[in-house]
């Protein structure tokens, strides 16, 4: 019997097109999808094994980037955990279709890596949506439970403000279950890392 693998790289959502690159993340958010079922949509996500360089780039080929708005790094888990498929995808896109490229992270790639990467986005990612979450750094930990603790929440603070630097477009991101005083907070937090705040919608 042929064993069927799942390995789900481009997916679409409205005009936009995703690049889910891992299942891994720094994070166990409480409301993460990845707990609740297998997928965004009708689309199962969850990858049987990593893919590689050249099957993602296969994968943008087939899907014809040039149709979508925007291409997304989103999902399922953290992206930039896979940090040189990521930027070598993001190069191939550059080299050959005209489409803006934008990363959704959690923010703790600098801590992953135990540098700063940001530089590395320069010239190929045009925005980058961090995931803020939370006003402060017990509430972000109750929420997000990152394996680098209560240390994650001024880490990716600190992380969208090292953007600015590299990329035009930085957003920091809360979801609109958040009490409108809450909201407030979180803007002025994004505010003075240089980023705009979105108010996005829970998935669930
Ligand atoms: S950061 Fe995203 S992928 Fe990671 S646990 Fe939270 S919601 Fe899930």
């Known amino acids: 019997m042929e064993l069927v ?3 789900t790289i481009c997916y679409v959502l409205e005009n936009t097109l995703y690049i889910n690159l891992t299942n891994r993340c720094t994070n166990r958010c409480t409301f993460c999808v ?3 079922d297998c997928g965004i949509g009708d689309v199962n996500l969850w990858l049987d094994r990593e893919p590689t360089l050249e099957e993602v ?3 943008i080929k087939k899907a014809n980037p040039e149709k979508y708005d ?3 790094f989103c999902g399922y888990g953290e992206p930039t955990m896979r ?4 930027l070598e995808s993001a190069k191939y896109i550059k080299e050959n279709y005209n489409v803006k490229l934008r990363i959704n992270t959690n923010g703790q790639a600098n801590l992953y890596y135990g540098k700063d990467i940001t530089p590395r986005f ?11 979450n939370a006003k402060n750094e017990e509430e972000y930990d109750e929420l997000c439970k990152s394996i680098y603790g209560k240390e994650s929440f001024n880490a990716l603070i600190d992380f969208a403000e090292k953007c600015t630097e590299y990329v035009p477009q930085v957003i920091m991101s809360v979801v609109d279950v958040l009490p409108e005083g809450d909201i407030e907070e979180c803007r002025k937090i994004a ?3 240089g980023a705009k705040l979105r108010v996005r919608e829970l998935i669930e």
């Open 83 to 86: 940090l040189e498929v990521l």
């Open 70 to 72: 925007e291409i997304v």
């Open 122 to 132: 320069s010239g190929l990612i045009d925005c980058v949506s961090i995931s803020l």
């Open 34 to 36: 990845r707990d609740k």
């Open 57 to 59: 780039k296969e994968d």
């Open 191 to 193: 505010e003075s890392a």
């Open 5 to 7: 693998i799942n390995l």
